[in-house]
C-alpha cells in the first residue's frame, strides 16, 4: 500500500514542508493529501483530525500505522526504507545530523514567529528582535561548521543531501524572502538547496497556489 502523506499549503507549510522533500529528494514514493490550512472550515479542521488526533500537519499513514509530527516522519520513512540512507553512514556524522535537526525542531521560536514561510512574500526585509538574529547568527554557524567539516563529500550539509537538510530546508526560504544577509558559505549552501529538484518542485508548487492566509500576509 502507498504511503500518504498529510500536509498543509505548500506556500505557507513549512513544518509539512520537512518530511515531504525528504521523502521526494530520496524518490520514497507517497500520495500526497493537501489540507488547507487556517481557513475556518470545520471540515477542514476536521478532514485533518480524521488523518491524526494531533489536528495538525503534516502526518505519515502507512496502512494502520499514523506518524505524525515532522521529525518522527523522517525518522520513521528513514526507518523503513534504509537504502535511502535518510541520515548519514557515519555514526559520529549520523548523530551531528540528529542534534543539528533536533536543534531545528525544538528551536529558533523567535525566527519562526517573526518570519513564517511564505513563499510568495514579496523579497523584502524587516526587523528582527535581538533573539531572531541570535537564531539567524547560529544557523549559520551551523551550516558553516557542516559545510567545512563535510564539504568534501558533497555540497549538502554532510554531502549528500539527507534528513539534516530536509529539516533547514524552509529556512533556506525564510532567509530569502526576509532578505535576510548571510556569509557567502552560507549563502552557497541556500543556492544549492535552492537548485535542489525535489526543493524546486515543492516550490514551484507553492507558488502556484492562490489561497492567502490574511495574518501570514502582513508581515
Ligand atoms: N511540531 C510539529 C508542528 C506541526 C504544526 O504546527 N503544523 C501546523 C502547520 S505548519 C498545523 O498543522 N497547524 C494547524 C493548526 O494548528 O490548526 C511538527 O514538527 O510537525
Redesign the pocket.
Known sequence: MTLKLVI?NKN?????M?PWLAMRASNIAFDEVLIP??THDKAD?DR?LGFTRS????ALIDGDVTV????SIIEYVAERFPQARLWPEDGALRAHARSISAEM?SGFLALRNECGMNLHRPIRAVALSADARANVARIEQIWIECRERHGRLGPFLFGKFSAADAMFAPVVHRFRTYAIEVAPQAQAYMDTMMAQPAFAEWTKAGLAETLLIERFESV
Open positions: 498543509g505557507y507549510s513549512s513544518w509539512s520537512r490550512l487556517y479542521k485533518i489536528g495538525k500537519v503534516p505524525w509530527d515532522s521529525l525542531h
